[in-house]
């Protein structure tokens, strides 16, 4: 017998709160001003995993699946879904009367094109989804079949940060002709694109013909209101600059805070700082494996061998309450995936058996190249560091700075880096890292059949409790092979918020539906 699901049935009952009721004063033509630090390399969802596109796009796309408040998937545009008896085919049916930015009605064929492009040029596609293709049923049914039952299928389709956002099929046959990414960006979404001005700012534009879900709101998921009628991504890379435009009240909200000078925003007058309750980012540095000096495992480990990880983080971040320290993929409250039988190769800071390890590893002297960018201060800090202990061990190196988005697109080409810092923002799996698989073809390109074997076995198991060993056995490959150095996790940053600005909820990014801002 087919498994049936209706989406009511799994949508999460509990309700995040949403701020004092304040109908009589809610401004529904209110303009908000966010400041924003990081610059999108691309607004295409489906190439890039990095927050500053994710965090707009979540407002303009829709899934078929997203997450909501506990991090589980649930249906956002499929109304019903089936699987099969041997766990393989998905069946889909989608939910009627959407339509798109452009007032075409939303149908299989839509869905189907975005599907198959996000499988064939996504790092979540390639990774986790092999081989597989959606195919039409009716005009509003898909399905798709699995070369195996796997685990963690919705989790995949409800990233938040490699989006499988569904288009006009129109605009995925454009990015498919022309082998470029998206020109348009059109979706279903509560706010609509109106204006992108590369390197300065963003502007979307409420969808007034929206319709939403109408379970209640949970993280990502359920009902989504536009209550504000324009938002405004600015654009402001340097710190100081948004930490002043937080204390003078130019912005409504303001992202990526200065750490060392955040304490200051405590007096100043109305505004107040939103502390997430969950998520983070993994802190890493990340090799290339593909060519160049550390191609080489054992200057991997050298390098690895001689950190010290307090040290580092603390130079980072500069505090013990944005980061918490931990060799883990997995964070700590998420039971399933949490291991700590890395510890034994993390956080030894041995210089003397570094310097010898590099030795042995026949390094010859090659100059390492650092990429950074001081638009993230705290990666640009780590990148410091790394090039401090790189010398320490004997090892050559100089630090590339660009604007980060020159460093996503140098990053691209092995030739352009050897190592960089890098966050990735929690996720539901593991499998959604994407420097684990070698599949996904991540910058650093990793090449290890051991971790594909053992991502490939955890999404074969019938239940999460017959993980368990291999969760604990991918921890310890990662710390062997290294196609990254887990250093820790970042705590949830804060943001600034004015005091007439209700309702703001973050999961992974800015939650900007259900949000309201009232008359002064």
């Keep these: 017998m087919k498994m049936l699901f209706s989406a009511a049935a799994l949508m999460l009952a509990a309700v995040l709160p949403l701020g004092n009721a304040q109908a009589e004063t809610v401004n529904r033509n209110a303009t908000l001003n966010i400041a924003y630090g990081n610059r999108p390399g691309t607004l295409d969802p489906y190439l890039t995993t990095n927050n500053a596109t994710s965090d707009v796009d979540r407002h303009i796309f829709e899934t078929l699946f997203t997450i909501n408040a506990r991090y589980e998937p649930v249906p956002e545009l499929v109304q019903s879904y089936t699987l099969s008896d041997d766990r393989k085919t998905y069946t889909f049916v989608l939910r009627d009367g959407i339509h798109f930015h452009d007032g075409q009605l939303l149908t299989a064929d839509d869905v189907v094109a975005s599907m198959n492009r996000w499988l064939s040029v996504s790092t979540q596609g390639k990774a986790n989804l092999p081989g597989v293709q959606f195919s039409k049923v009716d005009d509003k049914t898909v399905s798709f079949t699995l070369p195996a039952p796997s685990l963690i299928t919705l989790n995949v389709l409800a990233d938040v940060k490699n989006i499988a956002a569904i288009m006009p099929k129109r605009i995925i046959d454009e990015a498919n002709s022309s082998k470029k990414p998206v020109t348009e960006l059109i979706g279903t979404g509560p706010y609509k694109l109106a204006e992108f001005k590369a390197g300065d700012y963003l502007h979307l534009t409420r969808y007034d013909q929206y319709v939403s879900r109408s379970e209640p709101a949970s993280g990502l998921s359920g009902q989504k209101k536009a209550d504000v009628k324009d938002i405004w991504f600015r654009y402001i890379t340097d710190e100081s600059t948004r ?12 992202f990526q805070l200065p750490k060392d000078n955040i304490d200051t925003l405590a007096s100043a007058p109305d505004i107040s700082l939103f502390q997430p309750q969950s998520g983070g980012s993994l802190i890493t540095y990340l090799f290339n494996k593909n060519q160049g000096p550390f191609a080489n495992v054992k200057l991997r480990q050298a390098f690895n061998l001689a950190l010290d990880v307090h040290q580092t983080l603390l130079a980072g971040y500069s505090d013990p309450r944005f980061f918490k320290e931990g060799p883990s993929l997995g964070f700590p409250d998420q039971v399933d995936w949490y291991s700590d039988a890395g510890k034994p190769y993390w956080n030894q800071h041995k210089l003397d058996e570094a310097r010898k390890l590099v030795q042995a590893s026949g390094y010859k002297g090659e100059e390492v190249v650092i990429i950074a960018t001081k638009e993230y201060a705290e990666l640009y800090n780590l990148a410091i560091v790394a090039q401090q202990v790189l010398k320490q061990i004997g090892v050559k190196s100089r630090l590339d700075v660009y604007d980060w988005p ?10 352009n880096f050897d190592l ?13 890292y994407p420097f684990l698989d070698s599949r996904a073809k991540f910058p650093g390109l990793s090449d290890s059949p051991e971790i594909d074997g053992v991502l490939d076995a955890i999404k074969q198991a019938s239940t999460l409790k017959e993980t368990r060993p291999l969760v604990d056995k991918l921890n310890v490959l990662l710390w062997q092979y290294l196609p990254v150095i887990v250093l820790g996790r970042t705590t949830p940053d ?5 005091n007439n600005v209700k309702g703001y909820q973050d999961l992974s990014g800015p939650i900007l539906w259900n949000l309201s801002v009232t008359q002064p």
Aim: proline share 2%; charged share 20%.
């Design 420 to 432: 960089c810092a890098l966050e990735f923002t929690m996720r539901q799996v593991l499998h959604q």
């Design 406 to 415: 020159t460093v996503l697109q140098r990053r691209q080409d092995p030739k």
């Design 243 to 254: 930490l002043a435009g937080a204390m003078t009240g130019e912005y409504d909200l303001v």
């Design 494 to 498: 804060a943001v600034a918020i004015k």
